[in-house]
T-cell receptor
Framework: DVKVTQSSRYLVKRTGEKVFLECVQD?????MFWYRQDPGLGLRLIYF???????EKGDIPEGYSVSREKKERFSLILESASTNQTSMYLC?????????????FGQGTRLTVV | AQTVTQSQPEMSVQEAETVTLSCTYD???????LFWYKQPPSRQMILVIR??????QNATENRFSVNFQKAAKSFSLKISDSQLGDTAMYFC????????????FGKGTKLSVIP
């Protein structure tokens, strides 16, 4: 089975802190995504990556950056956390842009910024 | 840009009954894929069912089936013989065909199955 693992299920950080959310997938998938999930807003795409060191902005990239130094790992970085970034963050991966299959999701990280 | 609309924020259904969740979408693409994802209270999102736009036949997966109306840009999910384990958030999602990376999600429908 494909496994997408997010490093933390719950995080509490202070305003202004630099925050790293880590995601690892074990099936050699090319494409990885970071979504933010808020009640009544659904899932909104923050960033995605289709290859190592490649990244593209999604719909709401402001206040975030990403890093993909290895194929299996995709990190979301909050350079200076703010209270409006309190949310659920979901990582996902898919095998290839040429063969569309289902997306595989991590279990989510609930981030609270105080 | 594609948009996905789920007009029912919350729904409930009695155990063993049938329920239909609505989804409409807007796109100028002709080739695309549609999905229903389920997110149980434990939060791991999983695929329920998928539909390729070029296929006229509606997809079915056990108790889950879709009613795909391409001209109307409608993609509803029917759950038959509802079970307590079906309690979850359900998201409709759109993908614009081969070569596209992005999934566009609706805002979700919270389904509660009542014993």
């Amino acid at each position: 089975d494909v496994k997408v693992t997010q490093s933390s299920r719950y995080l509490v950080k202070r305003t202004g802190e630099k925050v790293f959310l880590e995601c690892v997938q074990d099936m050699d998938h090319e494409n990885m995504f970071w979504y933010r999930q808020d009640p009544g807003l659904g899932l909104r795409l923050i960033y995605f990556s289709y290859d190592v060191k490649m990244k593209e902005k999604g719909d709401i990239p402001e206040g975030y950056s990403v890093s993909r130094e290895k194929k299996e790992r995709f990190s979301l970085i909050l350079e200076s956390a703010s209270t409006n970034q309190t949310s659920m963050y979901l990582c996902a991966s898919i095998p290839s842009r040429e063969i569309w299959t289902e997306a595989f999701f991590g279990q989510g990280t609930r981030l609270t910024v105080v | 840009a594609q948009t996905v609309t789920q007009s029912q924020p919350e729904m409930s259904v009695q155990e063993a009954e049938t329920v239909t969740l609505s989804c409409t979408y807007d796109t100028s693409e002709n080739n695309y894929y549609l999905f229903w994802y389920k997110q149980p209270p434990s939060r791991q999102m999983i695929l329920v069912i998928r539909q390729e736009a070029y296929k006229q036949q509606n997809a079915t997966e056990n108790r889950f089936s879709v009613n795909f109306q391409k001209a109307a840009k409608s993609f509803s999910l029917k759950i038959s013989d509802s079970q307590l384990g079906d309690t979850a958030m359900y998201f409709c999602a759109f993908q614009a065909g081969a070569g596209s990376y992005q999934l566009t999600f609706g805002k979700g429908t919270k389904l509660s199955v009542i014993p």
